[in-house]
């Protein structure tokens, strides 16, 4: 009969059959029930008959205590400990289901709303930025960021977002142009969460002009993923023109490619944001009753963050590299014009006021010219050495009684050895050559470092 318990230290067994348990011990209680659940006949059949009374009387032990957990936790306080956290996050939920529904039917707050959104989304993805909301002020585009670039500095970045249930127009597109014009901000990311941009289409698209550069993201949805990947694409141009020192041009069908190795990225980072997650959900779950089986779950959401934050970095160093090589079309910047009278005079008075470098200077120069070297004396006596477009060190008096020989390495490997050669703060190579030469060495060594980065 189902649910029926009988009991008697003093029966004997002989009317148990397979599906009962007999628990024997020096005060045996003995206990025979029909089941009827499916999953708890899945669970018996698969316990070793030899095991069976064991695994049932543990488990009716672990049952026992957690309903007199339960019991004993019933009070008014217990329970506000228990569900305090659950009421909270309902009641969050209800402030943002409000929030939504006063905003559906005004442009206005729904662009409110977007922006906040972005702001929190930024911020959480990029804590070493600062980002502040410019909303309040005409001609400033919605969000003004800091952005870090991998050589220390800061540059400024604009951002617009639009929350739009049809298409943004291109009236919109070209107001967030003249707030670029009139901030005079260098770089722009216009996002449209939820539509399409009028006049645009692909994942993205890229505006180079001569006083900025922006990139759009049409449909970018509010998950923060398209967002990510639009900051994370103009963050490496404004690298590349960073460590260029000049505006670059770039091909957009290279870029599109670029674009879409960074998407892929982030769906492999998507996964793991899950994964975190459902690890946060289990965390939760699990706090109150099982403290001290969280360590495991702890550790798991801390490494799965610590990759998805090196993933990211990996991303953008990446992307920093891709953009290196493209080619610039902006002329580079070569060195004045200065007349060969002019050189020639320059060239003499430093010779007539450095007499006892004369002859090393002579010999220097010499050899930096048989490199293809163009040597260049500027207002300040020192020799500018140019290979090309491109200035890769100086000739310069030390002291009264050496010669200084300066190489910028301009980011190429060199290979040195310390001692011989020094490195100041702007991480140029110097070796110093005597004016009185005891030994071929330091040339030979100034020439070799030449040789590596011409």
Known sequence: MPNQIEHSPEEADDHFDDNEVELVETEAFRLAVDIRRPDLIRWLSAVPKENLELEVERTLAVGNQILTFMQASSGQES???????????????????????????????????????????????????????????????DIRAMLELPNGVKRELRV??????????????????????????????FVSLTSDIARMSGPFVIDQRTNYTAIYVPSAGVDGWGL??????????????????????????????????????????????KAIAEVAA????????????????????????????????????ALKDEFDGLPSPTPPQLPLVIEPAEQA?????????????????????????????????????????????????????????????????AGRPVSFVLGQVSVNKENQLEVVVPGKLESEEPITLALGLLKQVV
């Not at 943002?96 to 662009?111: P, V």
């Not at 798991?300 to 990211?312: C, V």
């Not at 004369?358 to 140019?386: D, H, K």
């Open 160 to 189: 617009e977002v639009k929350l739009y249930t049809n298409a943004v127009t291109t009236e919109q597109v070209e107001k967030f142009q003249r707030d670029l014009a009139s901030t005079g901000a260098k770089y722009g990311l």
């Open 282 to 317: 289990g965390l939760a779950k699990a706090r109150e009753s099982l403290n001290s089986a969280l360590d495991a779950q702890i550790l798991k959401a801390k490494d799965t963050e610590a990759s998805l934050r090196r993933g990211l970095d990996a991303l953008q160093n």
């Open 79 to 141: 329970m506000e400990r228990m569900f305090g956290p659950i009421v909270e996050r309902m009641d969050d939920l209800s402030t943002l289901i409000d929030r939504l529904m006063g905003a559906g039917g005004k442009s206005q707050q729904k662009g409110v709303l977007g922006e906040s959104v972005v702001l929190h989304q930024l911020k959480a993805a990029f804590p070493l930025d600062t980002f502040d909301l410019t909303t309040t002020t005409a001609e400033q585009a």
């Open 345 to 409: 005079e320059r060239f003499q008075a430093f010779m007539q006021a450095n007499t006892k470098l004369a002859a090393t200077t002579t010999r220097l120069i010499g050899e930096f010219e048989l490199l293809g070297l163009r040597c260049v004396w500027n207002a300040e006596g020192s020799n500018q050495l140019w290979s090309g477009d491109r200035c890769v060190g100086t000739l310069s008096r030390k002291n009264a009684s050496s010669m200084s020989v300066r190489i910028d390495p």
């Open 228 to 273: 990510i990947r639009g900051l994370t694409m103009i963050r490496a141009i404004m690298a590349a023109q960073e460590q260029s020192g000049s505006r670059l041009v770039f091909d957009a069908s290279r870029l599109e490619r670029a674009w879409q190795r960074i998407h892929e990225q982030m769906h492999k980072f998507e996964g793991q944001a």
